[in-house]
Structure formats: C-alpha cells, structure tokens
C-alpha cells in the first residue's frame, strides 16, 4: 500500500486494521448465514467473492478502492476457516474425528514454520 498506491502510513496501517475487522465481521455475521444455507455451498461462494476482492485489489490502482477490497476480502475469508473444519469434520468417519481435532491445527501450524 505504501509502495504501490502511495499510501501514507496511516491509511496503510488502517487498510491493515480494516482487514482483521472484516475478518471480525465476516465471522460473526457471515457465520450465521453459512449455518441456515449449509457449509459447501457458502464456502463456495465465499471463495469466488474472495477471489473477486484479491483481483480488484490488484488490478485497481486506486488506494481506496483496495482499501475497501482489502476490508472485503477480509470479510469473506473470515467464516472460511470454521467452515473447512465443518466440512471437514462432515467428510471424515467418525473415528478420526478426535485426530482431526488435534491433527488439523498442527497441520496448520507445521506450514506456517515450513515457509519461514
């Protein structure tokens, strides 16, 4: 933002705030409509509109246009997290639902230190 869009640092940082407040936002009110039109279809949706925001953040050369993306963005990728572990949880057998539940965050996490 600072770079690209010739963000001063405090727009920059507040694109950055807006982002985990969307994310906020999308778990809280987007959980409940994932709950009432199921897991698959909305995580679907999510997704498309995810990719929408990712790509208007790039090819827009506007700060506020990626500002608001970016706070969108994060809207849409917040409810995205609980519901892979709901469907997730859906498609295994019931068995391996307790390996799941310690197995899939360490996963996660085991990435996270791969790439660094």
């Known amino acids: ?3 690209t869009r010739k963000a001063t640092a405090f727009a920059a940082g507040v694109s950055g705030s807006g982002f985990w407040a969307g994310q906020t936002l999308g778990r809280a009110a987007l959980g409940f409509v994932t709950e009432r039109y199921g897991e698959r279809i ?62 899939f965050p360490e996963s996660l996490d085991i990435l996270v230190y791969i790439r660094w």
Do not use: D
């Open 1 to 3: 933002m600072l770079r």
């Open 42 to 103: 909305c995580i679907t949706i999510y997704l498309a509109f995810a990719v929408a925001m990712q790509l208007i953040f790039w090819l827009v050369p506007s700060f506020m246009a990626s500002a608001i993306a970016v706070v969108f963005l994060g809207v849409f990728l917040g409810p995205m997290f609980p519901g892979a572990i709901t469907v997730t949880a859906k498609l295994l057998p019931k068995h391996i639902h307790r390996l799941h539940g310690f197995a």
